[in-house]
Each structure stands twice: as structure tokens, then as C-alpha cells.
């Protein structure tokens, strides 16, 4: 069955036609062209495929498209779009060695995004909870994990510089998101 | 301070940023105009004859372009160093992995329902699953025509006179070590594309480690299809994870190719991660009987080794990992006699082939975890035992390796150290050690050793590098980027690293052996090398002194002590191409190390220079559970020099989990041949929640033949895992466990057994 659909992607309103069937990740790799979200399992077993719905990080091979209609939808491509320069999450993985081969980094980042988005303080277990379902083979996960904490020491300070929303081209993201949903920040 | 302005920095990896976008293109990406989509269907037997095979549905199905069997494609098409494995079996399956037919279609979709609809009859044959039970007489023959399950391979070195020495010796301990199957687990699935030009002209895009070996590969696939003469191209995407799994040719490359062929349009392979699982390679597994002595004051007499090596169904690395476990059998700690004999065994079961580590993480745990019953019998502690038995520099060790830079002393004392300092030992915890010794210079198992590099600046000061060599996330890219913006006063962001193409890079033998940054990049090196010299014959023209009175520093050339005289690069580059007669800075160097082949006795030095490490743990066991837990573990390895200590660290941290995995947790659950665990819930990998506190200490021994002193240290991180791990729960609970991987239910049995006992 084809459908039409509509939805909030990186920040711009899209619609566009589904099949029942598809999944999100099919959604966005295959009829949208976005390559950034990966495929490692198809299963919901290695977090390779990890987005943003509605602010909850979830795996997009097992998630329906049809689902994400009025819903706002976050990808990797979304997240140092508006200033060209990386959100300071992509930043940090840059900077403390958390990307090897590098096919785990999107969802990486992605579910550390929905943590830090909440709380940029999140202590270590809290982050390890969030990325258990993400699996690296390369890094040991030792600088996932340094680079995950130093972004949410940056997030924190640029949230504490009151100012910092403008600044830091993640939340820009984010915010346009919310301001078109009619939500408010927090 | 080491003097370098680049070498030494902790510069992000050159691809990071793309990476972190979501822009890096891996396989899964490459879409070309017209891709048809190939499937594979596998065998559904370990052991069977096929006795018919209906393709006429598959055929018929709308949308498929072609059905291949293993009756249409060229006889003489074999795969693998023992050629027993053609890329689709016509008449006979020897394990469920092998590929027996393959579709072409529109979509993925449609080739999958095309295979399903595939009809096989087969003829089930009785089949042999233990290797030792292979070994005996009246086994069913896996393969008839080699007329015995034993491979014909000479694994076996001898030194000394072992059977005097064991004899002598004080104390002696024997006993037996397994260890299963493991696999790679690269979070990108493996997959091809491949596609002919007009004139039959043959381009792959693969994730391969072996860019030129894989070209030779396909070369003698156009051969066998009757296209000897045409040009093959190979193409690497990003590689998402390689650790030795791309390191020979699959069938699904052949089978891309050979899809291609028949429709004249590319072909994609993609596998799914169960097919990943079921259809690639994984470490070799091993039944190792070790004996080993040492005199009163605790010098090692002598080693002797007898190994059987479960080889599968068809032969790919898996059978060659001998030769890497006789390095660390006759060269790790001092040990004056040693014997060592292998034999890999034909069995219906899957096969292996290359792992990070190369066999060497099968001996080392057997030797390690006997280090410490041999110590605890002489009566001696295991570290000091390790200590009276040190390699050292200068050291030739009974295969002929010559030791030059060595910093296992310092490897050990800093792993002491860090381990013994601070909170004492808690009921229920133990600390363990376990060594290494791995080739740092690269390994000659192949007529070349050697890796090229082209080098060209252009009229910016900016760098492109053309090298043989691969990243396929190790950091390769930054090993290269480094060494040459160190050797020509650049940055290192001034530097493009091209390893992509076979058509513009020159041979490599692949990414192995920790060989890349020390071949690759002392290839870079001197390429660097020669085009400084060019630039600064030029600029010493120009400024009226001699070559030697010029330096290359900060984006600049200029005359020592004479701050005056002197001109940014890329002004001097711009004057040098645009003069009279026009200069264009290009370079170029082979660099093949000095390294031997292994002769008929495998004795040689089979690298320059030898990577050295020591690893320890502490664990905590739960006596009523059996859970091991790791509380923190300290791994310091002799890696010559830091070219770049923080994607250094990222392998050994990378490294370190992989053999935890290997000790602990990991394993591919085979019965009667079939794999009971093709996913990630049931593999299992080690998590962010399972991360553990890892501490890399780098010993610095500036190797005199490395690019600035550096040696290989890609898969030393899991070479000594597993029995460091397995010797610190032996501290913890006087249980020794000799099977991989130490699972909570063998612990626990053996605690239970223990207690029975006293
Ligand atoms: S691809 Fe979705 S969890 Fe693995
Ligand atoms: S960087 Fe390779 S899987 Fe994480």
C-alpha cells in the first residue's frame, strides 16, 4: 500500500510517498538519498541505523516510516548543517580519537545527542546506558566514551552561557525543529 | 621532547570529520547507473553430493537478469592458496557456507525471492566435524580426490634437541589448550560492485585490505573466463572495519564479477549481517598440546608444541596462521630448544582465515598460560619469571629472528607498576600477565614485501600522496599524512593520503602484519625524501648556498642561521615550476624491507625490527556465578615510536576489547557445522556498558630502521588478552581455565570441581 506522508526532516517539512513496509532506514538510505545513517544489522541489534524521533533516539531499521508522519526527524546530515561548522558532539568524536573506521559514528553520535540534549551533565553510567546499544568494533569504546563526556562538558558551557542556543549549530538545529512544531525549549 | 613538530601530535584523523557527518561512502553507498543486485544461495547440507538443481522458476521470475550455477562458470576457476575452492560448487557442498548458485535482478528484493526459488536436490553425505576425529583412518573424506582430510603443509620447525633439554630439565608442565572460532564482526557488511567497460575492461569497487593481491585475483578470474590480457581496477570505499577479514578474495567478488560479465551491467553483492556471520571467514580455531621446562633458577629449557588446526570445509589464511605462531613459539622469552608441529585437518565445518594477530593470539595464550603453571612450579613469581626470560636486544632467537630494538623490560615493569600500585587485592580478585612479541617491521610472506608511494606538490605547498597502502580505520591516513608533512616542514592537513585506486597507487601487498606504518610509511618517507632534496637543489640555487645549509620548516625553506634568506614553500614551488625549463616536485620510492622468506626449515628473520608488549589485569570472579569481571587492565607495548599517540592508544584500546571478547565472551556456536549464532544478540560482543578502564603506557624504543623510530602495533593489542585474563583468574580462584572463551559456566564448573576435590 502507498501512502503519503509528512514530516519534520533535519529541520525542513518534507512529504513524500511510502510503502507500508518500509522502514525508516529504507526511508532515508534508499528513496531519500541520505547515506549517513548505516546499516550494520537491519535488526535493532548494533545501533548502526540510530536517529532522532521526536527527541528519542531509535533504531530506524526497525522503525516503521509510516510512524514518523507529524513527527520531526533528526539524522546525522542534520546536525552541522545550518553554520557548516560540526555540532560540538561531532566535534568532540573528531578531536579525542572516538572515529576509526567510522561506521558506527553516526548512530554513535546520534544516541549520544538525545542524552546530551536532555542532560549535557550525564554522568558515565548514564552515558554507557545510552550507547549500550550501539556497538563499535574498532574504538574499545575508551574514546567513545572521553569524547561523549567532553562534548557534554561543552554542550553544559555553552547552555550555561545563556547565549549558547545561538551559538552552538546543533541546537540551531534542534530549536528550528521545535519552533515548527510549536514546541518550546527547554 | 622529541625534536618533531608534527611527529608525535595527536592530529584527529584526516577523515574524521567526513565521517562524523554521514559523508564518508562505504560500499553499502556505491550506487552506479543500471546496478543490478546479486544473491547468493548456500548450501543446506555440511557434506552432500548435489544430485539436481532446478533453475527454470528463478529464470522465469520478472525482473532477473541472470541465474548462475556452479555448472556455468569456468571450470579452472579456483580460489584460495590450496585452489580447492571454486567460487560456486558444482557437484559437491563440503560445509553450509558454500555457495552453489547466484542471481542478478532489478532489485534486492527480487534476487532474494529468485534464489528462494532455486531448487536443490542433494544427496547427504556422511560428514566429520572434530578435526581430531578427521585425523583417524576410516574418516569420511571431505575432499575425495586429495585422498586424506591432513593438508599437505609442512608446519614444523625444529631447534635444539628437545628431547635432552626435557630431560635435564628441573620442572616440566604439560597439558592442553583450545581455542574455538571467533569472527571479525567489521560493523560494515562486506559487499562488491563490480562492472566491464566496452572492451571487457573490468572495474571492482570492494572493501578489500589487499587492493593489489585482490587485482591479481581478478586478473586470473578474466583469465579463466576466457578475458586474459584485459585491465582489472580495484576501487575501496571507506572500509568499515577490515582486522584481517578482507584480506583474501570471497566468492562473492568472483561472483559479482562473473554476474557482471553475463550482463553487461554492474553488479552489487551486498551481504546481510547474518550472511556476514555465515559466509565469511573467522579466526582459526586451534587444539594445542604444549610441554615446556625450565632449569632450578627458572630458565626456560625448551618448548614443545603439537597443534591441530580445524581447517573446514575449504582452505583460505586459516591454514598459513602456522607459520605466524612460530614466532611467538620459538622467540617469545629466551628458550633454547623448541619443536613445533601443525597440522590443519579438512573437517564440514566453516573456515578461517586472517584475524588480527595472524595465529599468534592462539600461541601466545597456550605458552602464556603455561608460563605461569611452569613459574607457580618452579616456585618462582610470575613476573620475575617473565624477567629471568626476556628477550633483550641483540637477542637471535632459535627461528633466526634478529632482535634489535626491544623494550620488553620496560614493557613489564611498566605494567607492574601501574597494576600493583594503589588499592591492594580484594577477596575474589587476581592479577595476571601475559606477554607478546609480534613482527614491527612488516613480514615477507609473499615475493614482495614492499609498498610504493608517488608523491606530487603542486603550486600551493600543498601534498598529494599517492600510496600503496590502506586505512581501513586504523589510521593509515594520518601514519602517512605525518611522516611527510614531519619531512618537509608542512602541516599535516597540507597533506591529501590517495590509497583508493589501484589505478593511480602503486603495489602494495596489503594491509598485515602491523606492516603499514612502518612500510608504508617509510616508503612515504623516502619519497618524501627524494622530492625535498629536488626543492631544496633548487632553492640552494636560488640562494647561493649549499643543499645541506637550507631547512624545511613551518611552511618554509630557508638558509640556517641566516633569518634573512628566506621564502614560504609554495613561493619557492611557484618559482621552480614557472623558471625556465619548468620544474614539477615529483617523487616516487618502492620500499621493500629487508625482511626473508622463511626457508624449507622456516628459519629466517622474517622482519626488521619486532613489536614487543605486556599486558595485565585485574578480575574480579564471582565464586557462586563464575562472572569474571574486569576491573582494570594496564597494556604497554615497545612500538619504536608514537607517530600519532592518540590513534595509537585507539588501537590497543580497540585491540585490548577484541581479546577480551576472545577470552571472555565472544565465540561462533557451530553444530554439526551449522552456526546456532549469525547476530548480534547471540555473538557476544563486548558493549559501552561493558567498556573497562584501559591504561596503553608507550615505551619508546626509536627503532633504527623505522620511520622515525617507529614499529607495527595494529593487532598486538589482542595478541596476549586471553591468557593474561586467564591467569589473573588463576591468581583469583586457583581455577585454570584452558578452553576459549572463559565463559561463566566453565568457571563456575571448575570452581564446583575444585571445591569437590578438596
Ligand atoms: S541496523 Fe538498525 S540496529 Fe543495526
Ligand atoms: S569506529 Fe569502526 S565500528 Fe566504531
Not at chain 2, 612450579?377 to 634489535?404: H, L
Amino acid at each position: 500500500m502507498t501512502k503519503t506522508i509528512s514530516f519534520i526532516l533535519n529541520g525542513d517539512e518534507i512529504s513524500c510517498d511510502i510503502q507500508d513496509h518500509w522502514t525508516l532506514l529504507h526511508l532515508l538510505r534508499e528513496e531519500l538519498g541520505l547515506i549517513g545513517t548505516k546499516e550494520g544489522c537491519g535488526n535493532g541489534e548494533c545501533g548502526a541505523c540510530t536517529v532522532i524521533v521526536d527527541q528519542l533516539a531509535v533504531n530506524s531499521c526497525l522503525y516503521l516510516a509510516a510512524d514518523v508522519q507529524g513527527k520531526q526527524v533528526q539524522t546525522i546530515e542534520g546536525l552541522a548543517v545550518h553554520t557548516g561548522s560540526l555540532h560540538p558532539i561531532q566535534q568532540s568524536f573528531v578531536d579525542n580519537g572516538g572515529i576509526q573506521c567510522g561506521f558506527c559514528t553516526p548512530g554513535m553520535i546520534m544516541s549520544a545527542k538525545a542524552l546530551l540534549d536532555k542532560d549535557p551533565k550525564a554522568d558515565q553510567e548514564a552515558v554507557k546506558h545510552a550507547l549500550a546499544g550501539n556497538i563499535c568494533r574498532c574504538t574499545g569504546y575508551v574514546q567513545i566514551l572521553d569524547s561523549v563526556a567532553a562534548a557534554g562538558r561543552q554542550m553544559a558551557k555553552n547552555q550555561g552561557e545563556g547565549a549558547a542556543a545561538a551559538k552552538d549549530p546543533g541546537t540551531i538545529t534542534q530549536q528550528s525543529m521545535n519552533k515548527k512544531a510549536g514546541e518550546v525549549i527547554t | 621532547m622529541s625534536g618533531y613538530n608534527v611527529v608525535g601530535q595527536r592530529v584527529p584523523k584526516l577523515d574524521a570529520a567526513q565521517k562524523a557527518m554521514g559523508r564518508a561512502e562505504y560500499i553499502q553507498d556505491v550506487r552506479l547507473p543500471g546496478m543490478l543486485f546479486g544473491k547468493i544461495l548456500y548450501s543446506r547440507h555440511a557434506h552432500a553430493r548435489i544430485t539436481a538443481m532446478d533453475i527454470s522458476k528463478a529464470r522465469a521470475l520478472p525482473g532477473v537478469h541472470a541465474v548462475l550455477t556452479g555448472k556455468d562458470i569456468p571450470s579452472k576457476m579456483r580460489m584460495g592458496f590450496y585452489k580447492d575452492n571454486p567460487p560456486l560448487k558444482a557437484d559437491k557442498v563440503c560445509c553450509f557456507r558454500d555457495e552453489i548458485a547466484a542471481v542478478a535482478a532489478v532489485s534486492e528484493a527480487v534476487a532474494k525471492k529468485a534464489v528462494s526459488l532455486i531448487e536443490v536436490e542433494y544427496e547427504p553425505l556422511p560428514a566429520v566435524f572434530d578435526p581430531e576425529a578427521a585425523m583417524e583412518k576410516n574418516a569420511p573424506l571431505v575432499h575425495e580426490a586429495h585422498k586424506s582430510n591432513v593438508l599437505k603443509l609442512p608446519w614444523k620447525l625444529h631447534y635444539g634437541d628437545v628431547e635432552a633439554a626435557d630431560k635435564a630439565s628441573a620442572y616440566v608442565v604439560e597439558d592442553r589448550f583450545t581455542t574455538t572460532w571467533v569472527t571479525h564482526c567489521c560493523l560494515s557488511t562486506s559487499g562488491a560492485v563490480a562492472l566491464f567497460d566496452a572492451s571487457d575492461n573490468l572495474t571492482v569497487y570492494s572493501n578489500t585490505q589487499i587492493p593489489s593481491l585482490a587485482q591479481k585475483d581478478f586478473l586470473e578470474t578474466l583469465g579463466a573466463m576466457g578475458l586474459k590480457g584485459k585491465r582489472v581496477r580495484v576501487i575501496k570505499p571507506v572500509i568499515g572495519g577490515g582486522f584481517g577479514s578482507k584480506l583474501d578474495t570471497y566468492a562473492y567478488e568472483h561472483i559479482a564479477i562473473l554476474l557482471a560479465h553475463k550482463c553487461r551491467k554492474p553488479v552489487k553483492i551486498l551481504f546481510d549481517r547474518k550472511e556476514e556471520f555465515e559466509a565469511t571467514s573467522t579466526r582459526q580455531p586451534t587444539v594445542i598440546y604444549i610441554r615446556q621446562g625450565c632449569d632450578k633458577e627458572g630458565h626456560l629449557t625448551f618448548r614443545d608444541i603439537r597443534m591441530v588446526l580445524d581447517n573446514g570445509g575449504r582452505t583460505s589464511w586459516g591454514a598459513t596462521t602456522p607459520s605466524v605462531m612460530m614466532m611467538p613459539i620459538t622467540s617469545l622469552y629466551r628458550v633454547p630448544n623448541v619443536r613445533y608441529d601443525a597440522k590443519c585437518v579438512y573437517t564440514n565445518n566453516t573456515y578461517a582465515q586472517a584475524m588480527r594477530g595472524y595465529g599468534n593470539p592462539q600461541a601466545t595464550f597456550a605458552i602464556e598460560s603455561c608460563m605461569d603453571m611452569l613459574a607457580q612450579k618452579a616456585g618462582i613469581d610470575p613476573v620475575a619469571f617473565r624477567r629471568i626470560n626476556q628477550n633483550e636486544p641483540g637477542d637471535v632467537t632459535p627461528q633466526g629472528f634478529k632482535i634489535t630494538s626491544c623494550g620488553l623490560a620496560q614493557c613489564i615493569d611498566a605494567v607492574e607498576k601501574e597494576l600493583t600500585q594503589g588499592r591492594p587485592l580484594e577477596e575474589g580478585e587476581g592479577i595476571g600477565y601475559a606477554s607478546l612479541i609480534h613482527v614491527g617491521g612488516g613480514a615477507r610472506i609473499y615475493k614482495s614485501d614492499g609498498c610504493g608511494a608517488i608523491l606530487k606538490m603542486d603550486d600551493y605547498g600543498r601534498v598529494d600522496i599517492f600510496t600503496g597502502g590502506t586505512d581501513m580505520g586504523q589510521g593509515l591516513d594520518n601514519m602517512i599524512a605525518q611522516i611527510v608533512a614531519e619531512e618537509l616542514g608542512l602541516l599535516a592537513e597540507d597533506i591529501n593520503v590517495v590509497h583508493t585506486d589501484t589505478d593511480v597507487c602503486p603495489w602494495d601487498v596489503g594491509a598485515h602484519a602491523s606492516r603499514s606504518t612502518f612500510v608504508a610509511g617509510n616508503a612515504a618517507l623516502w619519497a618524501a625524501r627524494r622530492a625535498k632534496q629536488t626543492l631544496l637543489a633548487f632553492g640552494a640555487k636560488l640562494f647561493e648556498v649549499a643543499p645541506e645549509d637550507l631547512v624545511m620548516e613551518n611552511r618554509t625553506v630557508s638558509v640556517k642561521n641566516d633569518p634573512e634568506k628566506t621564502m614560504p614553500v609554495d613561493k619557492l614551488l611557484r618559482k621552480a615550476h614557472f623558471s625556465p625549463g619548468g620544474t614539477m616536485l615529483m617523487a616516487d620510492y618502492f620500499y621493500d624491507p629487508p625482511n626473508e622468506n622463511m626457508g624449507k626449515d622456516f628459519k629466517c628473520n622474517l622482519s626488521v625490527t619486532y613489536s614487543f608488549g605486556v599486558h595485565g589485569v585485574r578480575v574480579h570472579v564471582d565464586k557462586e556465578t563464575g562472572k569474571v569481571t574486569v576491573k582494570n587492565y594496564v597494556a604497554a607495548h615497545d612500538v619504536g615510536r608514537a607517530i600519532n599517540p592518540m590513534l595509537l592508544e585507539g588501537q590497543v584500546y580497540g585491540g585490548v576489547i577484541m581479546g577480551l571478547g576472545y577470552a571472555l565472551s565472544e565465540e561462533v556456536m557451530i553444530k554439526e557445522g551449522q552456526i546456532r549464532n549469525p547476530n548480534f544478540r547471540d555473538y557476544k560482543l563486548f558493549t559501552a556498558k561493558d567498556a573497562v578502564p584501559i591504561k596503553a603506557p608507550v615505551i619508546e624504543t626509536h627503532d633504527p630502521d623505522g620511520p622515525f623510530g617507529a614499529k607495527g602495533i595494529g593487532e598486538p593489542g589482542c595478541v596476549p588478552t586471553a591468557p593474561a585474563v586467564a591467569n589473573a583468574i588463576y591468581q583469583a580462584v586457583g581455577v585454570r581455565i584452558k578452553d576459549l572463551p572463559i565463559t561463566p559456566e566453565k568457571v563456575l564448573a571448575a570452581i564446583l570441581k575444585q571445591s569437590k576435590g578438596s
